[in-house]
Nanobody
Framework: VQLVESGGGLVQPGGSLRLSCAAS????????MSWYRQAPGKKREWVAT????????NYADSMKGRFTISRDNAQNTAYLQMNSLKIEDTAVYYC????????????WGQGTQVTVSS
């Protein structure tokens, strides 16, 4: 069972990146999927969440209007489209899957580095 993030990298301020989170060993359609991030020296913070069927999304205030979370349950993958990136978006981005039934299990990915720099 694992979540594997990809799509991170170096981008200039104002640029865009699309992160992917591929699930293996379990079917993510019964899991809410979230993205978190952790900048150097800071606590891990929540970025966005999408419900199991994709019908509802929520975002941290600083990401609203710039980031879009989505999912493709047929591909067992979640995504985070990041636009208008700022230097302060630099962080390791983590994918998190939480079963829709409490106690049903939760998984973290290993993270992917996003660096926003000119």
């Amino acid at each position: 069972v694992q979540l594997v993030e990809s799509g991170g990298g170096l981008v200039q301020p104002g640029g865009s990146l699309r992160l992917s989170c591929a699930a293996s060993g379990f079917t993510c359609r019964r899991y809410a999927m979230s993205w978190y991030r952790q900048a150097p020296g800071k606590k891990r913070e929540w970025v966005a969440t999408i419900t199991s069927a994709g019908g509802s999304t929520n975002y941290a205030d600083s990401m609203k209007g710039r980031f879009t979370i989505s999912r493709d349950n047929a591909q067992n993958t979640a995504y985070l489209q990041m636009n208008s990136l700022k230097i302060e978006d630099t962080a390791v981005y983590y994918c998190f899957a939480e079963h829709i039934i409490v106690g049903g299990g939760a998984y973290w990915g290993q993270g992917t580095q996003v660096t926003v720099s000119s």
